[in-house]
């Protein structure tokens, strides 16, 4: 068994109010180009984000635009 625990965009933004849903979305939406992938995964057309590898990315960012 797994301790990731995965979330949508409504729950982390509810979860983290600094995060509005626009921004969550489009944070997923260019993944590719912030290297936010590794904490998305998809299950058919719901998208999940990894909380603990949301909020290391969050910390690596120090800075970077």
Same mark, same amino acid.
């Given at each position: 068994?797994?301790? =990731?625990?995965?979330?949508?965009? =409504?729950?982390?933004?509810?979860?983290?109010?600094?995060?509005? %849903? /626009? /921004? *969550? $979305?489009? *944070?997923?939406? @260019?993944?590719? =180009? @912030? @290297? *936010?992938?590794?904490?998305?995964?998809?299950? /058919?057309? =719901?998208?999940? *984000? %990894? %909380?603990?590898?949301?909020?290391?990315?969050? @910390?690596?960012?120090?800075? $970077?635009?």
């Amino acid at each position: 068994m797994t301790d =990731k625990q995965y979330l949508t965009i =409504k729950q982390l933004s509810q979860k983290y109010p600094a995060f509005p %849903e /626009g /921004g *969550l $979305r489009y *944070l997923v939406f @260019n993944a590719d =180009k @912030n @290297n *936010l992938a590794s904490a998305i995964t998809r299950v /058919g057309r =719901k998208v999940l *984000l %990894e %909380e603990s590898a949301f909020l290391d990315w969050i @910390n690596n960012q120090n800075g $970077r635009a």
